[in-house]
């Protein structure tokens, strides 16, 4: 297939470099400012003559912040059969990953999305848009990274499934599992966290819980579109429908108390078709959600087959691409 | 879609009673002497008029030994989409389930297996009828009962995946995980297993290794044939190329000694596209193969995702159902 990767990030960037591999080409790429869309006569690409040429733009971008000499509106206006939608996530209006989403659909194009703005916050929008659209919209890459959470719900059936939790965030784990580990206080483990680069200059969006949030929320949509006779009658959820609590107020008391009773803490988001929930709990310290460092967990419950869990690496480049390229191989 | 399910024993007839759930409908079940095929134009069904009365056929069945008057070829015959192949696993030419494949795949039918001697004895074969059909092959419920291991390899792609390992056989699991908790030897562990239902009264096949070897062997055809250039040249697996141990020889000391070192033993079978082995191996006891009881757990090695962890239950009537359906709900 015919790629179009808006967004330039560490995801953009691997999906540009991996597509080749998974038989794809990336015939235009955009970040916020510019655009390279790759002439259909040129030969200057990775070799098949219709793709851009993914090592130079990973360099220049490396090396001037830009992507190429173009508008992001070519790339949007580009000949493609699927775009990549990797912008950074946005809240509310989810602009303007909405509307590069919407743009692609109208003209009947796939859309793959890592951005969770529209998903979590549009969800009914984004419904809607597909139904109407010969292209599909698959998000596999905005929740738990590798793990393949959305399209084992998928797989199962929504109906079947009751219930998604897990650790979805490496961030809060890196941390929570530091603080456990060496009897740490938090913002001691934060700035170290911060040093590695697991956490940003600001973490908020990580350690408040929002980014777990955000990913229950996309799990609450699918369980509740899914599972609903009639779409048109599912509850949408989105952030403000979630009840969400930080790792911030957990001190290392807490973590020590609970050694002693074979216990730790971890940040856990839970969704069903009815509720969305973050919050740091209490989980044996050997049992199954207590993954460590940044590892996440997708435990599913299902109907007929009992409990799945699903551990993986939550984030990355690589990570990210490879769910997004495993969207698009399952694409009509 | 309509379902012809051949094989009604455990699976096959959780099958028959989950269909309709999936929105699918049963249109004849076959057991090796007797088979029903539903009227088109009745309805005695469970209320679509197309499907067979699936309580009728798991009662009888259970009273009587058979599920119906007419001849299993009478279901070969039927008009379904869908071939259901739950007979049970049979080696070397793998017939009789073999010839039910080819007879649906012949007819330009699907054809979903739970029955691991075609895929695992004839994988050559099978893609060479699959790949002369309309119909098409999948085999989710071969491997790791609920766990989505086939699938998940699918989605990745097989050339991405280097290794798939794990624990593919409750049986024996619960054996070990017994010997290790309760200290008592090999024997006195089977007979409780056999007494609880999770043994046979000829537990070879489970404790030899034989069914982790199976399963080994299918997922080593999958990245075999799934990586390769040309399906024509890839290497085909069976069950002799497999390298087997099983638990038959771990005595309780070694489990003793073990603990003493924070490790126990599992039963660990690992495919990879050159290698088949199933052999006991020393795990740390907290650590993410040591999964407890009749649990599985299948770990792949990726290429740029990293490790994937998926962890359920590996058998059992409606869990090997659900992989079916889910199978069914994949199919093109």
Redesign the interface.
Known sequence: MRLAVIGAGAVGRSVVE?AG??GHEVVAVADSSSAVVADASSDSSAGNGLGVDAEAIVTRKAETGIVGDGDPADALAADYDVLVEATPTTLGDAEPGFSHVRTALERDRHVVLANKGPVAERYGDLQALAADSAGDVRFEATVG????AV??VE???P??VTAVRGVLNGTANFILTRMAAEGLDYDHVLSEAQDLGVAEADPSFDVDGTDAALKCVILANVLSFGGADDPADAREFSLEDASVEGIRDVPGSVLRLAAEDGRTVRLIGEATGETVRVAPRLVHE?G?LAVSGTQNIVQIE?T??????????GAGG??T???IL?DV??LG
């Open positions: 991996l591999e998974y990274g590798a793990i393949p399209s084992t797989d199962i059936e109906g079947h050997n199954t299902t007929h087959a009992g409990r799945l869990n699903i551990s993986g690496r690589p990570e691409a490879s769910a495993g191989g399952r």
